[in-house]
């Protein structure tokens, strides 16, 4: 551990303290700042059942942070004249073509997989060494789920599988798996040796073993959206990513993109709300705490990331767990506002106006829904029929198939979106592995309503959600 700056010994307090009270396994935290590493630690256990402490070499599984760096890896090609952004998606892949269910097929482009505005609907998908559930092939995958369920580019859907198709469309045009690719393009150029697609050949030993909310060890798991999802990275590893993306030219890391291209990535072409948005692989907003701040966080079972780029300040700041916890979120704010003390007041500013309560409506149909409507929920097994009947009373009754009558649950009706939660089964050998709940997520088009029913994991700890196109009329009965 380097001689800690004095302006963090605080943080590492609250560290130490949060890790017992939590019940976090551990965490890591590295700090950069004006192409310097200022501060970088780990507290806790990698893996406690061989007692192995962790360290700044240690490596994370980073869920969502995979996001940026597979970007990196596509704008690589990109700058080689392999692929270009703003053409068909459907043009890099092989026999298995993601379904246009609306809009202008032209408009699917490799940009809007980037920035989750293609039209793919909520999707993850676990497999577990301890389970015989085998996992599909990439084409076997889209053609289950690769359904656009609104045109592309009318919306901002965060989507798992966009990733996953995009990691695909790296190996098919550089001609290596996209682990080798990131490996040989992105890791060992940017003197990443503590970074992989999952965890490589003799690096075993330096995982981080993820670990449940009640303290216990998760076998070992693969999605089905890897490019999404499967990076491991160390946070000295990590950091130092975050620093090539803010252009500090560090003597150890080869210029693998133009400054331009990693310019290119920060634009925001995505609204996501609250003033935020998301271009090529990275979040970003122009008032983070009265900051430009750039970031991506990951969370799924056993893993809770975060990191944060604050570039006109030259600022990195990775925070890494092998636990499911608030930790890394709260850390990377302490050390934020203990560099930035315009950030830590307005930090103090906003989270007392977040404390206030707020009421939520209740639904009241409008009249444009009231009635009967029919239509069919699109799986790879079959189609199943369903009616809806919104009623009067703000009762919204479904039949699927020949099972029972079920109330739509918290139902919403927003800026033209109907969602709500229903209980039913759809039918397929993937979403049954685990029980699950409905919920529906439909848009308004006159007399249809369409979208996606994403069949989400309600029991176990080990969920899946899984989206299936679904379209209904309204009944002039």
Not at 20 to 38: R, W
Request: a negative charge.
């Amino acid at each position: 551990m380097n001689k800690i700056d004095d302006r963090f010994l605080h943080i590492r307090n609250l560290i130490n303290t949060e890790l017992v009270e939590s019940g976090t396994a551990s965490l890591a935290v590295a700090v950069a700042q004006d192409g310097s590493i200022l501060w970088e630690d780990a507290f806790g256990w990698a893996d406690r059942e061989r007692m192995k402490t962790a360290n700044i070499h240690t490596m994370y599984s980073l869920a969502s942070i995979s996001k940026p760096i597979t970007a990196t890896g596509l704008m690589i090609l990109k700058e080689r004249g392999l692929i270009d952004l703003d053409r068909p998606i459907n043009d890099y892949l092989g026999k298995a073509k993601l379904k246009l269910r609306i809009g202008n097929a032209d408009e699917a482009t490799v940009r809007r997989a980037l920035n989750h505005t293609l039209g793919l609907p909520l999707h993850y998908q676990f497999f577990y060494e301890d389970e015989s559930y085998p996992k599909p092939t990439m084409d076997e995958t889209i053609r289950r789920y690769g359904n656009l369920v609104t045109a592309p580019g009318e919306r901002y859907q965060y989507s798992n599988l966009g990733y996953g198709v995009l990691d695909y469309v790296i190996s098919r045009l550089s001609g290596k798996s996209y682990e080798d690719f990131m490996r040989q393009e992105v890791f060992l150029p940017l003197d990443m040796t503590r970074s992989s697609v999952h965890i490589g050949s003799g690096l075993d030993k330096y995982q981080a073993i993820r670990y449940d909310t009640d303290g216990l060890r998760i076998p070992f798991y693969d999605f089905d959206h890897p490019g999404g999802s499967a990076v491991y990275s160390s946070v000295h590893d990590l950091v130092r990513f975050g620093m090539f993306h803010l252009k500090a030219h560090l003597p150890n890391q080869k210029a693998i993109l133009s400054d331009e291209a990693i310019d290119e990535m920060k634009v925001g072409t995505a609204e996501i709300g609250n003033n935020n948005f998301y271009g090529i692989g990275w979040a970003s907003s122009s008032d983070l705490m009265g900051y430009h701040g750039v970031w991506h966080n990951g969370g799924m079972g056993g893993v809770s990331t975060t990191l944060m780029l604050i570039p006109d300040e030259k600022i990195a700041v990775a925070t890494l767990a092998n636990s499911s916890s608030p930790l890394p979120d709260m850390i990377y704010k302490e050390i934020l506002s203990a560099l930035l003390p315009k950030y830590a007041e307005n930090r103090a500013i906003r989270e007392a106006n977040q404390k206030k309560n707020q009421i939520p409506e209740d639904f009241k149909p409008v009249t444009e829904l009231v009635g009967e409507w029919n239509g069919s929920v699109h799986t790879y097994k079959r189609d199943i029929p369903i009616a809806f009947w919104f009623r009067e009373c703000s009762d919204i009754v479904v039949k699927m198939g020949n099972q029972f009558k079920t109330l739509l649950n918290d139902p919403i009706f927003k800026d033209g979106y109907l969602s709500g939660r229903m209980t039913g089964d759809i039918g397929t050998e993937d979403a049954n592995r685990r029980p699950n709940h409905l919920f529906l997520t439909l848009k308004l088009r006159d007399q249809v309503l369409n979208g996606a029913m994403t069949a989400i994991s309600n029991i176990d700890k080990r969920g899946n959600a899984l989206s299936h196109w679904i379209e209904i009329t309204k009944s002039n009965r």
